[in-house]
């Protein structure tokens, strides 16, 4: 088992280019794993703890810890996208 690609994608693109995530992954990034772990279903909940490593591994410490963070990055990337 490991982390499936579609939300490797979803986390790259968010740090990347500031591609709001889906409200799963947001729970992760704002480090609210008891909400992401109540809404994980089954398939989910067996991939917790890759998703947990690659986004403490691959995501930087401005970009993860609360939702004011995760909101922050993505009006930052926004704002480089619109102003190059």
Same mark, same amino acid.
């Given at each position: 088992?490991? #982390?499936? $690609?579609?939300?490797? =994608? &979803? ?6 280019? @500031?591609?709001?995530? @889906?409200?799963?992954? !947001?729970? %992760? #990034?704002?480090?609210? #794993?008891?909400? +992401? +772990?109540?809404? +994980?279903?089954?398939? &989910?909940?067996?991939? %917790? ?6 986004? %403490?591994? +691959?995501?930087?410490? @401005?970009? =993860? $810890?609360?939702? &004011?963070?995760?909101? &922050? !990055?993505?009006? =930052?990337?926004?704002?480089? =996208?619109?102003?190059?």
């Amino acid at each position: 088992m490991s #982390l499936p $690609g579609y939300i490797k =994608r &979803e986390i790259d693109m968010y740090v990347d280019d @500031g591609v709001p995530p @889906g409200n799963y992954v !947001w729970k %992760f #990034l704002a480090n609210d #794993l008891m909400l +992401a +772990a109540f809404h +994980a279903d089954y398939d &989910e909940r067996k991939i %917790f703890f890759y998703i947990c490593d690659y986004v %403490f591994n +691959a995501v930087p410490v @401005g970009a =993860r $810890g609360n939702y &004011e963070k995760v909101a &922050e !990055w993505i009006k =930052r990337k926004k704002n480089d =996208r619109d102003n190059p």
